[in-house]
């Protein structure tokens, strides 16, 4: 690893991709980060070194090689890892990404980022994300032939119509054994998604596409079914089911 901070995305748990190999040289048996984004160095010997400060994280005042992190989410910024001393240790380098932000392109510490003003937290951009499908959701159904209603947890609930057999199955979704006209979401919480719904021609049903933007994936762009979503390694938790 160089002197040059190398990038990831903007959740904490990302620089685990980028974390490096301890040299030969190094005091350090290994480097491991938790989902939470704390580090924990893990010694070769009894007295080797204290790793050095890192970047937004306080050092655990019961083992000196565990480092605790400060960072609050954001959805607008990318990570980096550099190289220090003794050899295997690191620091965290965080780089605004927002547009909007007079720290733009620059580096910030963890207090400026918790004090920004448009700093957007995962589960702000989830719930933003989530009520503008469940509103997509409701204009399909004024414009469908086939009228169904939207429950809060995004349960989908056709209205039985004796004109229409049971409506066809829905990406993502499980049919109610009890009611075939009922439909549970199955899509696990991520907030790197896209919905893009549509009505079907002929029966006039409800169909879903979904596209993938979570960043280091081979699926950036893409469409995915669930089954691919579920097993993701970058996908991220939010409140919702969705």
């Known amino acids: ?4 901070p190398g990038y990831v995305g903007c959740r904490l748990s990302d620089l685990a991709y980028i974390l490096p190999k301890m040299p030969e040289d190094s005091p350090y048996q290994s480097l491991e980060m938790d989902a939470d984004g704390t580090l924990t160095y893990t ?4 007295g080797a070194p204290f790793p050095p400060y ?7 005042p019961n083992n000196p090689y565990r480092f605790l ?28 990404n927002n547009p909007g932000c007079t720290t733009h392109k620059k580096y910030v510490n963890h207090q400026q980022c918790a004090q920004c003003p448009l700093r957007e937290s995962f589960k702000e951009k989830q719930d933003a994300d989530f009520k503008e499908f469940m509103a997509k959701l409701e204009e399909y159904s004024i414009a469908s032939a086939r009228a169904y209603l939207i429950e809060p947890d995004g349960t989908i609930v056709y ?3 004796d004109r229409w057999e049971p409506p066809r199955d829905i ?17 696990l919480p991520c907030a790197w998604r896209k919905y893009i719904g549509k009505t079907l021609p002929n029966c ?10 979570a960043k280091g994936t081979d699926t950036y762009g893409k ?3 669930y089954i691919i979503c579920k097993d993701c390694q970058h996908r991220q938790e939010s409140p919702h089911g969705m």
């Not at 690893?1 to 040059?4: A, T």
């Not at 990406?171 to 899509?187: H, I, L, M, T």
């Not at 006039?204 to 933007?213: A, D, F, K, N, W």
Request: hydrophobic residues 30%; aromatic residues 10%.
């Open 223 to 225: 469409q995915v079914s």
């Open 43 to 46: 010694p070769k010997i009894d």
């Open 69 to 96: 992190p400060l960072w609050l989410d954001c959805t607008t910024r990318t990570l980096g890892l550099s190289k220090g001393k003794p050899p295997g240790s690191i620091n965290i380098h965080m780089g605004c």
């Open 54 to 60: 890192i970047n937004g994280y306080v050092r655990d």
């Open 204 to 213: 006039g049903c409800l169909g879903l596409e979904v596209e993938c933007y």
């Open 171 to 187: 990406e993502g979704y499980k049919r109610d054994p009890n009611d075939a006209w009922r439909f549970k979401p199955q899509w």
């Open 159 to 161: 209205a039985q119509d």
């Open 1 to 4: 690893m160089s002197n040059k």
